[in-house]
T-cell receptor, first 119, second 113 residues
Framework: DADVTQTPRNRITKTGKRIMLECSQT?????MYWYRQDPGLGLRLIYY???????NKGEISDGYSVSRQAQAKFSLSLESAIPNQTALYFC??????????????????FGPGTRLTVL | SQQGEEDPQALSIQEGENATMNCSYK?????LQWYRQNSGRGLVHLIL?????REKHSGRLRVTLDTSKKSSSLLITASRAADTASYFC?????????????FGPGTRLSVLP
C-alpha cells in the first residue's frame, strides 16, 4: 500500500463550488505539506503543518484553507473554486529531526497527486 | 525570480549517454535536494546534499555542490529509457520554512532508445 495517499485523484468542478482534497499517510511523520504544480513553474507551497496543532501559510495560501485532523490526515479546501486554481495538487510528508527546530529540511515523500479542473 | 532554477529546461539524449542537469540559486542554503517526477505523478526524492558537502553519489547518480558559485549539478550516468522524467532541485535555507524551501521549474529529460 502507498505510504501517502490522496483523494480524489481527479476532480472536475465548477466556479464557486467548495472542494476538499484529502491526504492520508502511514509513514508516521509529523510534517505534512500541500503544493500545487502548474506547467513550467515547478511546485509552490500552499500550506504546511509541523504537527497537529501547527498550521502555517506557504507561498500561495490565498483562496485555500487546511485542516490537520490527525497526525495522519491533512486536508486542503478551496472554499470557492476559481478557474486559475486548475492545477495538479500534491501532498507530501517529512520526518521531524529531533532537536533541529523548524530550520531542518528533510527529504519529502509525495502522494500521487490530484488533478483539479475548475470550469 | 525563483531561488532554484534548473538548466537546461529540456534535454534529449540517447540511451547509454550521460545526462547533466544544473541548478543555480541566489542565497546561502542549508541543503539542496534533487527530485524526479515521472509524467503526472508524485515527486520522488533522489539525493540531499548539505552545504558543507561537495559531492554525493547514489548508484548512477552523482550530485555536486559548489557554494561559491551557488550551483549544483546532477549527473546520471549510462542513462536508460526509464530515466525519462522531469528533475527538480529544491533549495532549503534558514528559518521560516514557508518561504525558504523552494523548488525550481525543472529539467525535462528524454532518453531515447
Amino acid at each position: 500500500d502507498a505510504d501517502v495517499t490522496q483523494t480524489p485523484r481527479n476532480r472536475i468542478t465548477k466556479t464557486g463550488k467548495r472542494i476538499m482534497l484529502e491526504c492520508s499517510q502511514t509513514k508516521g511523520h509529523d510534517r505534512m505539506y500541500w503544493y500545487r504544480q502548474d506547467p513550467g513553474l515547478g511546485l509552490r507551497l500552499i500550506y504546511y503543518s509541523f504537527d497537529v496543532k501547527d498550521i502555517n501559510k506557504g507561498e500561495i495560501s490565498d483562496g485555500y484553507s487546511v485542516s490537520r485532523q490527525a497526525q495522519a490526515k491533512f486536508s486542503l479546501s478551496l472554499e470557492s473554486a476559481i478557474p486559475n486554481q486548475t492545477a495538479l495538487y500534491f501532498c507530501a510528508t517529512s520526518d521531524d529531526v529531533v532537536g533541529s527546530g523548524k530550520s531542518s529540511y528533510n527529504e519529502q515523500f509525495f502522494g500521487p497527486g490530484t488533478r483539479l479542473t475548475v470550469l | 525570480s525563483q531561488q532554484g532554477e534548473e538548466d537546461p529546461q529540456a534535454l534529449s539524449i540517447q540511451e547509454g549517454e550521460n545526462a547533466t542537469m544544473n541548478c543555480s540559486y541566489k542565497t546561502s542554503i542549508n541543503n539542496l535536494q534533487w527530485y524526479r517526477q515521472n509524467s503526472g505523478r508524485g515527486l520522488v526524492h533522489l539525493i540531499l546534499i548539505r552545504s558543507n558537502e561537495r559531492e554525493k553519489h547514489s548508484g548512477r547518480l552523482r550530485v555536486t555542490l559548489d557554494t561559491s558559485k551557488k550551483s549544483s549539478s546532477l549527473l546520471i550516468t549510462a542513462s536508460r529509457a526509464a530515466d525519462t522524467a522531469s528533475y527538480f532541485c529544491a533549495t532549503a535555507r534558514g528559518d521560516n520554512y514557508g518561504q525558504n524551501f523552494v523548488f525550481g521549474p525543472g529539467t525535462r529529460l528524454s532518453v531515447l532508445p
